[in-house]
């Protein structure tokens, strides 16, 4: 392992190919590490899927209000678009992480159907005797890869599948559970609306339910209300907006489809804890 300020880390890098590229998934890099004292990492943001396994230690982790403490044999999952802190809790044993980056069309939905959403990104104790080996494989694999070849790149691609499978509950849903067609299309049609301050009613109409079927099957299938997807969808824009532009918080608010400062203030401090001009003043 090569030695930095806070920590011991092998990084694996990947170059996936065009081919690759239009996989459902597609491998971008791996890592595995041994933390110093003090180590932490973050407030940040990955613009792939990450799946972290703590192999030694207790550490805690947060993202955007959510926060919990892990230890050996369990894991967390960070998805694109949300803010991941995580940081040591004890010093001994030290703490040691492996992890496996990829993206793809599909991620996000086998992430689902393996129970994991971006408001349910922990799981506790799924370290067994199978899956640290699949894992062993996986980083045995990654760390001879020289010539990037079909065979190679076909072999990694089936130990990233085999990791997912063995997260995937064996008393889950069934395949066909994966996202339904009117399920993207609510999610869709949420992200290219949402800052014209859309109602749940309206999605629900967009799809045919009524708002109280079409809620509780929404929660099934992402695992959050379209309510708190909506939502975040507006407190991600707006974080982002207090951050990168100089724009009133009026204007902010209103430029999200809130219909006053007043509803966007509440809003977003009952979201982040702060009230949209402390958030921003903290950032300076």
């Known amino acids: 392992m090569r030695e930095y300020s806070h920590e011991y880390v092998d990084f694996f890098y990947y170059t996936p190919s065009d081919i690759e590229k239009n996989f459902n998934i597609y491998l971008v890099r791996g890592g595995r590490n041994c933390a110093k004292p003090h180590y932490m990492v973050g407030p940040k943001r990955i613009d ?11 550490m805690h982790v947060e993202c955007e209000g959510v926060s919990a403490e892990l230890e050996k044999g369990d894991l967390f999952v960070m998805f694109p678009g949300h803010s991941y802190t995580y ?3 004890v010093d001994e044993p030290p703490l040691q992480l492996n992890w496996v980056v990829f993206n793809g069309i599909d991620a996000e939905a086998l992430l689902q159907l393996c129970g994991f959403s971006p408001y349910s990104f922990i799981r506790r104790q799924v370290l067994h005797a199978r899956l640290e080996r699949t894992i062993e494989q996986f980083y045995e694999c990654f760390s001879h890869y020289s010539h990037h070849t079909p065979h190679y790149a076909l072999e990694l691609q ?13 008393t889950g849903p069934p395949m066909t559970n994966l996202p339904s067609r009117w399920i993207q299309q609510a999610v869709d049609y949420m992200e290219l609306h949402y800052k014209e301050g859309i109602l749940i009613e309206q999605v629900a109409d967009l799809v045919g339910m009524n708002r109280s079927y079409f809620s509780t099957a929404f929660a099934e299938q992402i695992g959050c209300s379209p309510k708190q997807y909506l939502q975040q969808l507006r407190m991600n824009q707006g974080r982002s907006l207090l951050q990168e532009t100089d724009l009133s918080v009026t204007e902010i608010g209103l430029s999200l489809g809130y219909p006053s400062l007043y509803a966007f203030t509440r809003a977003f401090k009952l979201s982040v804890g702060l009230s949209p001009q402390k958030y921003r003043a903290s950032l300076s």
């Open 48 to 58: 792939c899927y990450s799946i972290h396994f703590v192999r030694e230690g207790r």
């Open 87 to 89: 940081r040591t809790c």
């Open 158 to 170: 089936s130990l990233l599948y085999a990791i997912l499978a063995q997260l995937t509950p064996f």
